[in-house]
């Protein structure tokens, strides 16, 4: 299987940047409180990425998901499942069961 790397650090940017403002967030004061560097945003948009965790982080700050922030998905509504761990396994060998069904 191969793999498209199509994600983009100015769209990931330009996302934070959108959701901040709708949420009416101060990005230096976000990046300041998740103890992100100022040059954060100005990394991302010369085309550096940012370490997986420090976009968690800022996503959960934003109330929004990663999959928004990254612009696989125009909702930026974090789309949090309460499932218990045995839950967890079972969806986790239900998708491994739809994978292996592929041609």
Do not use: H, W
């Not at 934003?62 to 990254?70: F, K, N, R, V």
């Amino acid at each position: 299987m191969s793999v498209i790397n199509s994600y983009n650090s100015v769209t990931i940017a330009d996302n934070i940047k959108l959701q901040a403002r709708e949420k009416d967030v101060q990005l230096k004061d976000m990046l300041d409180v998740l103890g992100l560097s100022r040059n954060t945003l100005s990394n991302l948009r010369s085309g550096r990425m940012i370490a997986i965790d420090s976009l968690a982080r800022i996503a959960d700050y934003l109330d929004c998901s990663m999959d928004y922030l990254m612009g696989r998905t125009g909702d930026p509504a974090a789309q949090q499942v309460d499932l218990t761990a045995d839950e967890r396994q079972k969806v986790n060998e239900y998708v491994r069961f739809l994978k292996s069904q592929r041609d």
